[in-house]
């Protein structure tokens, strides 16, 4: 296993690409088991999810290569219908090829994905479409096992306590373009890598009208062709070297970020005092002496995405006075506080609210990542910590940061990955 070595300190300067969206591109690759035809990927960023989709798809029996960012997959007479405990455990996003695998083989059998370190992640809004459709779901032996001599359109309701579902949407999305008749999905997520899907669906021909608001149309249709698409820009990413670029009292660009993607990001860096500058190339933040502290909460796109919740705790855990973060998409998701503290930061949490009371400095630490985002949120504290920052469990960062530590460097920051030695 690799650990990451941080020496803090440095002020990030210059610029970084993003790359493509991890949560675009992984429904988009379940939706080329929707032809026969070859379809064409691009922007495809290198990443363990991405890999692990790829492995998925070759376990039906789909011919698929990923080479130089492109993936070329051709589905035409794959004959699996089962994606296994195995590879879902370690990616929860494997639940989005259920809706074509029913659709194209009237049956499905995908493990359940089981628990996960950012708190419960049911599926009932999920299996709850699929059942409208005309499905017949089981679950037993920790797989669910779903059936349909024919898929019917439906009006189905997906919101759920904490609003909206977004691979819920994408899955029924997914399981109605060649269902019969037309389905409504009321209260869709709205999220980008919603519409990027849809757009690509499109392409294949099929008929979504409303995708990235509340109510999607899509009136099924008999057949798709292949298609290229290329995946949009990660805004989480985007937003993760922005906050670098800020905690750092730097000047960093994020060549591709699109700032329709990052209202709620863009708006919360624009409080906490940073100047921020678009340009056609993407969006540059400069970072002021004082970081001002800041109330969030967050929400389903637009709102403050859940996925920059961590990254921001570090950000402001060097504010100049208290802010508060309050969770309303996934309550228990702040593995990173106990880290955090570790390192310095006077971070407590009452319920699903955070009370960061920012605090002069962050000091060096060996701290332990724990889940994609809050494995980002380490890395963004040891930028800034006094001395050396020692992360291990990178593994999580490969999961959703296409060459990290090489971009990062590009912007003047001292970190290296090395092997954890093994003990004898
Ligand atoms: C996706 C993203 C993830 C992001 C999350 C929220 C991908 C691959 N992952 O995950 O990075 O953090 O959106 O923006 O795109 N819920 C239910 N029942 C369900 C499904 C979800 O109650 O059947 C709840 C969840 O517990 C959570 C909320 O709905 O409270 C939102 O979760 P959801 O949007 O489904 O997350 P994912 O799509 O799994």
Redesign the pocket.
């Known amino acids: 296993m690799d650990k990451l070595i941080i020496k803090g300190g440095q002020r990030l300067e210059g610029s970084v690409t993003a790359s493509g969206a991890?949560?675009a591109v992984?429904p988009i690759l379940a939706a080329t088991l929707l032809t026969d035809e070859k379809c064409c990927i691009e922007n495809v960023p290198e990443l363990r999810d991405v890999r692990t989709m790829v492995k998925i798809l070759e376990g039906l029996g789909v011919n698929i290569s990923f080479e130089d960012g492109i993936i070329e997959v051709e589905a035409g007479g794959f004959s699996g219908y089962q994606a296994s405990y195995e590879l879902v455990r370690t990616m929860?996003?494997s639940i989005c090829v259920l809706g074509p695998l029913l659709s194209r083989k009237g049956e499905a059998s995908v493990s359940l994905p089981g628990g996960c370190i950012i708190g419960?992640?049911?599926?009932?809004?999920?299996l709850k479409g699929f059942r409208a459709m005309g499905a017949e779901i089981e679950v037993e032996h920790g797989y669910i096992n779903a059936k349909a001599d024919t898929l019917s359109g439906a009006r189905i309701y997906l919101g759920?306590?904490?609003?909206?579902?977004?691979?819920?949407t994408a899955n029924v999305m997914l399981a109605a373009i060649l269902a019969k008749g037309e389905t409504y999905i009321e209260s869709a997520?709205c999220?980008p890598?919603i519409l990027d899907l849809a757009e690509f669906l499109n392409k294949m021909g099929a008929k979504v009208e409303g995708a990235g608001t509340p109510m999607v149309k899509i009136e099924g249709v008999d057949k798709l062709c292949g298609a290229t698409h290329s995946v949009i820009p990660d805004r989480i990413e985007a937003g993760t070297y922005l906050v670098a670029g800020v905690l750092t009292k730097g000047d960093v660009l994020v060549k591709n970020a699109r700032v329709q993607d990052l209202g709620a990001v863009l708006n919360a860096l624009d409080a906490i005092g940073a100047e921020i500058i678009y340009q056609p190339a993407g969006i540059r933040v400069k970072g002021r002496d004082v970081i001002n502290p800041a109330d969030i909460t967050t929400l389903?796109y637009p709102g403050f995405?859940?996925?920059m919740q961590a990254q921001f705790m570090s950000l402001l855990s060097i504010a100049n006075g208290v802010s508060v973060i309050t969770e309303k998409?996934?309550p228990e998701r702040f593995m990173q506080i106990g880290e955090l503290n570790r390192m310095g930061a006077d971070i407590t949490l009452e319920g699903a609210t955070a009370i960061i009371k920012g605090v002069e400095h962050l000091s060096g630490s060996e701290v332990m990542a724990s889940d994609l985002r809050a494995s980002a949120a380490l890395v963004l504290a040891g930028l800034i910590a006094d001395g050396e920052t020692v992360i291990s469990r990178v593994y999580h960062i490969d999961r959703g940061y296409e060459r990290l530590v090489e971009k990062l460097k590009t912007l003047g920051a001292r970190i290296e990955r090395v092997q954890e030695c093994k003990i004898l």
């Open positions: 991890k949560n992984l929860r996003a419960s992640r049911p599926i009932d809004l999920h759920g306590p904490s609003g909206s579902s977004v691979l819920a997520a999220e890598e389903p995405p859940t996925d998409v996934f």
